[in-house]
């Protein structure tokens, strides 16, 4: 399961601070006093300030956590999902106040508090919530009140040194920052700490470019935005040695001294050695360099030089065309992949409006311009597969889509880092799609696979790595009964399914994968 971003002046291009959270010293690196041993900021050349490695780190060691500065849930989402968690959960308690808060329990309710009072104040007296942006502005606004805006324990960068590109918003952008700061002089209450108009315009500047996405535990849908400063050192490469994991905590326990708290994760991808600069993409990596280099420009105002952006490497394998025969002519090509953007634009239109047959059937129809065109890494044709499959699995339609699941799955494992948290989900669901289809061979392979990829990237205590763990037990049992008698496998699971209430997966998401940080549509 798996997560998009006013600016202090700084010239490296980059985006500078994100969110709030707490979490009592339970060996969790980061989260204990000073917590930041184990990196430190320094200049980066051509790119401003950046994080290196103090010590070596093996793939999978998290190298630090860090609690949010401070958060908020999305506006569409304020009532399904924790305001102190950022868990879904189908019974949520209200705030009696100002009846706009919601939490898991008491629990989580006491710990929001600290965050939530001044807020709920003055929600009460506006009459109505105002919106993400405005309220997660005044969250930062009343810890600066309480806490002054230097630096706290274990923080690497204070809130004022975050970077907000004010000066590099174009004129439709200044217009909708002036409308933000408005809106939150009106929100903001008189009593409260008064800050000058440079000041506020910082601040919605440094949410702009450095909020970052929060996602609910299964790590499925975008449900919040917050600040980390520490994490906004970090800089950006296509082929990062790092990756962020959002940890919604565990307050499950029955002594409270056991909870763990909502924090972020910086997790080592690969092996780093002491002095080595830590990165992690910004950006999803599933995209051309010239566009990822446009994406970057457009949303954190840099232009990226990493290695695999300077020398396009992969480009090849994204923009491939069907080999062996009469290779396809340049101009069939660009027919096909105008054909493929034409109809994404017809797909996202029926996914919006909930006619997914229709989806299956644009699907269809493009695939069948593609397959005869395009390699099997074309980065159009593996959109088209994802969708696919994704779709038809929703309509119970699993042997189909457990086709197209393994063929969008082969091309990312070509194209993806080994070890990327995207290619980890895209292959847990390909798995339970095979299981579902009873290919439980094809599919217990899958997960196996996925499992080792997400043992790094979300580590072993996450939700979606436990939930997996089971999945990879009950397919592993499943196999061995499959590999005795195969025919008494099928009876007995096609008995087991009749006694169920058959499971519907998930409905497709009108999203993209949530990305690293949040942009302001």
């Not at 601070?17 to 900021?41: A, F, N, Q």
């Not at 119970?396 to 989900?425: C, S, T, W």
């Not at 196999?479 to 008698?485: K, S, T, Y």
Request: hydrophobic share 35%; net charge neutral; glycine share 6%.
């Amino acid at each position: 399961m798996v997560l998009q971003q006013v600016k202090v002046d700084r010239s490296d291009g980059r985006f500078g601070s994100l969110r709030d959270t707490y979490l009592p010293s339970l060996g969790v690196p980061g989260m204990t006093k000073g917590g930041m041993e184990s990196v430190e900021v320094f200049t980066s050349e051509g790119k401003g300030r950046g994080l290196k490695a103090q010590k070596e780190f093996l793939p999978g060691d998290v190298i630090f956590a860090e609690p949010a500065y401070a958060a908020v849930v999305f506006d569409s989402l304020t009532h399904v999902i924790c305001h102190t968690c950022f868990k879904r959960q189908e019974r949520l308690h209200r705030c009696g106040q100002c009846k706009f808060a919601y939490y898991c329990d008491r629990t989580c309710q006491r710990a929001a508090w600290l965050n939530h009072k001044n807020e709920c104040s003055a929600i009460k007296k506006h009459g109505k919530a105002p919106t993400e942006n405005i309220r997660l502005a005044a969250r930062i606004m009343w810890k600066i009140e309480r806490e002054g805006s230097g630096l706290g324990e274990g923080c690497l960068v204070s809130i004022d040194d975050l970077q907000n590109h004010v000066d590099s918003l174009g004129e439709e952008e200044k217009k909708e920052l002036r409308a933000d700061v408005e809106s939150f002089l009106e929100f903001w209450p008189p009593q409260s700490q008064q800050f000058g108009m440079q000041y506020i315009s910082h601040i919605f500047g440094v949410i702009s470019c450095n909020g970052f996405t929060l996602s609910d535990q299964r790590g499925l849908q975008a449900v919040g935005v917050g600040i980390f400063p520490n994490l906004c050192q970090a800089n950006h490469d296509c082929w990062p040695n790092c990756t962020v994991i959002f940890n919604n905590g565990n307050h499950e326990a029955v002594r409270s001294m056991f909870h763990t708290q909502m924090r972020i994760e910086l997790r080592a991808l690969s092996k780093i050695s002491p002095g080595d600069e830590l990165t992690v993409s910004y950006v999803d990596f599933l995209n051309v360099s010239e566009e990822r280099r446009k994406q970057l420009k457009k949303q954190y105002y840099f232009d990226c030089t990493c290695e695999h952006c300077k020398k396009h490497i992969k480009d090849d394998l994204m923009l491939a065309v069907k080999e062996g025969g009469s290779k396809p002519s340049a101009e069939t090509v660009k027919e096909v992949i105008q054909f493929s953007k034409d109809t994404l634009e017809k797909i996202n239109k029926a996914r919006m409006e909930g006619l997914y047959h229709e989806v299956v059937k644009l699907c269809r129809e493009c695939l069948k311009k593609q397959e005869p065109v395009l390699g099997d890494t074309n980065i159009y044709l593996l959109r088209i597969l994802s969708i696919a499959s994704e779709v038809l699995s929703y309509l119970q339609m699993f042997e189909e889509a457990a086709d197209y699941a393994k063929r969008m799955v082969d091309g990312y494992l070509k194209i993806y880092h080994p070890n990327n948290a995207q290619l980890g989900m895209a292959v847990m669901r390909a798995g339970v799609t095979h299981w579902h289809a009873g290919l439980i061979e094809a599919g217990h392979g899958l997960i196996c696979k996925a499992y080792a990829i997400l043992l790094i990237t979300h580590g072993p205590s996450h939700p979606i790595t436990k939930d997996l763990e089971v999945m990879r037990v009950q397919t592993e049992m499943e196999l061995r009964m499959f590999q005795q008698n195969e025919y008494m496998y099928y009876k007995m699971r096609e008995a087991a399914l009749k006694n169920q209430k058959i499971q519907v997966m998930p409905e497709p998401s009108n999203e993209a994968s949530p990305s690293l940080f949040h942009k302001k549509e």
